[in-house]
């Protein structure tokens, strides 16, 4: 029986992602995804539901609310080992999610392109991406958070070798490679932030 029965795969950097699908495919696993990432998959001949048809309700405010719902973070904060958890999802109709796969909006990117406005660049701050990793990665005894496209091929061999599973040890290097970016990705953000205030304060 596998242990990650359900995967959700939301990535800016597309790169590898079809590939590594099928693989999970393959196993068997449910793939939910989200705009763009749907379409790609799609366009791999790759089965995959919307994360609107999931949850049963629309993505809105052009994309800004996607996977902010109980059933994407009860799915991932649930522990499979603690009875109340289990009861409270079941009696909601949540279904377990074993594994997220995504990468940020390029943040650093876009404020590296000459004349970026600041509406432009608030727009590239990701806030479901975060907050799917950190649930991930907070139950990582349970869900494995994947942020590195460079971790796909050595990630499917281990779930090859272990019938669809990752070993703790794995899911934890996951996590805490996880927090460690998000905590970089945050601080881009906040020193960002600061310049444009220093900025404003200085043309005053």
Do not use: W
Not at 9 to 29: P, R, T, Y
């Amino acid at each position: 029986m596998l242990k990650i029965k359900r995967a959700i795969i939301s990535v800016s950097n597309k790169k590898g992602v079809a590939d590594f699908a099928k693989e999970l495919s393959s196993m068997g696993i449910e793939i939910l995804s989200t705009g763009g990432t749907a379409k790609a998959l799609r366009e791999a001949d790759i089965t995959v539901k919307d994360v609107s048809e999931y949850t049963g309700f629309p993505e809105m405010l052009d994309g800004r609310v996607k996977t902010l719902h109980p059933r994407i973070h009860g799915g991932l904060l649930s522990r499979r080992d603690n009875p109340k958890d289990m009861e409270e999802i079941n009696k909601h109709g949540i279904d377990t999610i074993g594994m997220v796969v995504v990468n940020l909006y390029p943040f650093e990117e876009t404020i590296s392109k000459p004349g970026v406005s600041l509406a432009e660049a608030i727009e590239n701050i990701d806030i479901g991406g975060p907050a799917m990793l950190r649930s991930a990665s907070k139950n990582f005894q349970d869900v494995a958070a994947i942020i590195d496209p460079l971790d796909y091929k050595k990630i499917i061999n281990e779930m090859k070798s272990r019938n669809g599973d990752l070993s703790y040890n794995t899911r934890l290097e996951l996590a805490k490679k996880v927090f460690r970016h998000t905590s970089i990705y945050d601080k881009l953000i906040a020193d960002y932030l600061t310049k444009i205030t220093e900025e404003t304060l200085n043309e005053r």
